[in-house]
């Protein structure tokens, strides 16, 4: 596990996906009743915190030496949590070693790197998987299963606000790492969250297929974790239109320049023929047509309709655990058994070309087309050179 000493790296990856896999006596195979124990080793560059982490959790094994714990037989997976830039390299490093992979996204820095990691681990025929963690969320989850029983009818769209005020380090430490709001270092709101919306659309309402961005650095000056001034030279907010497959149109918000006036950090409202449903990371509120009122606008009279109440929370109906673990079990029944696997390094490289797409709407003020990406055909140097000369 490398680079556990980072936030998500040891909060979700480690304390709340391995531990806690590990507290129930491994993970459970499809056959409902054996499991397989793990052993985490955990590496970094930081002898001191290591140590810390390994003592604090009872932790036998972890290393500064990444090349020396790839050529240890004995660790058949490699997990990555390393900063953006610092991700390709190691992710080069663990195939060559030939070990099953895991790993955050973006899995690279451009969309061409990206894509060749995902043709180098096919070419060597290991494992590998990445990070997607919204679907598993328990709101998603519900909103899964409102799509799947077809009660929306025909979708039409879907909008999504997302973000918080990130405090910009003078007069309130920041709580997100000063690297964020670097482009230099790999920063930037649109290669973090572009990746994220690329594979909840995909797998919940179709391929995207344009993308119209406008991105900003609305905080220009932040404070770092040292206390020094530095220019914040990413992008912290973005506004996207995202046309998909089927005709359905998304637009997303993103920003951490926001103060939160919504239930959750996230939400995503799912307009249909038939229904409507507003979800968040935990949260699903419906509203059914033969449950619709009939608003009328009147400006010079205060509405005091309570149009909140008019939505009904849908149930879970079952208890939801973290989406991280969830994840993770599922690529450890991948790895053990061969179970499926849903979302491989291919699936990161969609993810990336949408980042990529994004910067290139902002920057030359158009709709960019995405193609089709695949391992072989219309992916690689075609698809570079297709999203390049494409747009209105």
């Given at each position: 596990m490398n680079g556990v000493s980072g936030r998500m790296g040891y909060r979700q990856h480690l304390v709340r996906s391995i531990l806690a896999i590990r507290e129930e006596g491994g993970v459970l195979l499809g056959d409902g009743e054996t499991r397989?124990?793990?052993?985490?080793?955990?590496?970094?560059?930081?002898?001191?915190?290591?140590?810390?982490?390994?003592?604090?959790?009872?932790?036998?094994?972890?290393?500064?030496?990444?090349?020396?714990?790839?050529?240890?037989?004995?660790?058949?997976?490699?997990?990555?949590?390393l900063v953006t830039k610092a991700r390709a390299a190691a992710l080069r490093k663990a195939i060559a070693a030939g070990k099953a992979i895991y790993t955050e996204k973006p899995t690279a820095e451009s969309f061409e790197e990206a894509l060749e990691l995902a043709r180098l681990a096919d070419a060597a025929g290991v494992k590998n998987g990445v990070v997607h963690d919204k679907l598993y969320l328990p709101g998603l989850e519900k909103l899964r299963r409102l799509i799947d029983s077809g009660f929306f009818g025909r979708i039409l769209s879907v909008r999504g606000e997302f973000g918080y005020w990130v405090f910009e380090?003078?007069?309130?430490?920041?709580?997100?790492?000063?690297?964020?709001?670097?482009?230099?270092?790999?920063?930037?709101?649109?290669?973090?969250?572009?990746?994220?919306?690329?594979?909840?659309?995909?797998?919940?309402?179709?391929?995207?297929?344009?993308?119209?961005?406008?991105?900003?650095?609305?905080?220009?000056?932040?404070?770092d974790e040292q206390g020094r001034a530095y220019a914040a030279t990413a992008d912290d907010a973005a506004y996207a239109?995202?046309?998909?497959?089927?005709?359905?149109?998304?637009?997303?918000?993103?920003?951490?320049?926001?103060?939160?006036?919504?239930?959750?950090?996230?939400?995503?409202?799912?307009?249909?023929?038939?229904?409507?449903?507003?979800?968040?990371?935990?949260?699903?509120?419906?509203?059914?047509?033969?449950?619709?009122?009939?608003?009328?606008?009147?400006?010079?009279?205060?509405?005091?309709?309570?149009?909140?109440?008019?939505?009904?929370?849908?149930?879970?109906?079952?208890?939801?655990?973290?989406?991280?673990?969830?994840?993770?079990?599922?690529?450890?029944?991948?790895?053990?058994?061969?179970?499926?696997?849903?979302?491989?390094?291919?699936?990161?490289?969609?993810?990336?070309?949408?980042?990529e797409a994004g910067l290139r709407s902002n920057a030359e003020g158009r709709r960019v087309e995405l193609p089709h990406v695949t391992i072989a055909g219309a992916g690689g140097a075609e698809a570079s050179a297709e999203l390049a000369g494409v747009g209105a």
């Open positions: 397989v124990q793990l052993e985490p080793i955990l590496v970094g560059r930081s002898e001191k915190k290591l140590a810390e982490l390994a003592a604090k959790h009872g932790i036998e094994h972890w290393t500064t030496n990444l090349d020396e714990a790839l050529a240890d037989p004995r660790w058949e997976i490699y997990a990555d949590f380090g003078d007069w309130q430490p920041a709580q997100r790492p000063s690297w964020n709001y670097r482009a230099e270092d790999g920063g930037g709101i649109i290669v973090d969250m572009f990746p994220h919306w690329n594979y909840v659309l995909e797998n919940l309402f179709g391929r995207v297929e344009s993308v119209y961005a406008k991105a900003v650095t609305e905080i220009p000056e932040r404070v239109i995202f046309e998909l497959e089927g005709g359905v149109t998304a637009q997303l918000n993103s920003s951490w320049t926001t103060r939160v006036n919504r239930d959750e950090l996230v939400e995503f409202q799912v307009d249909g023929t038939h229904g409507s449903a507003v979800v968040g990371l935990f949260g699903c509120k419906i509203q059914p047509r033969n449950a619709t009122p009939k608003p009328v606008w009147n400006p010079d009279l205060a509405d005091a309709h309570d149009y909140a109440g008019d939505w009904i929370e849908s149930p879970g109906n079952r208890e939801f655990q973290n989406g991280f673990k969830a994840q993770w079990e599922e690529f450890l029944r991948h790895v053990i058994e061969d179970a499926p696997n849903r979302f491989d390094f291919l699936a990161g490289a969609r993810g990336v070309l949408l980042a």
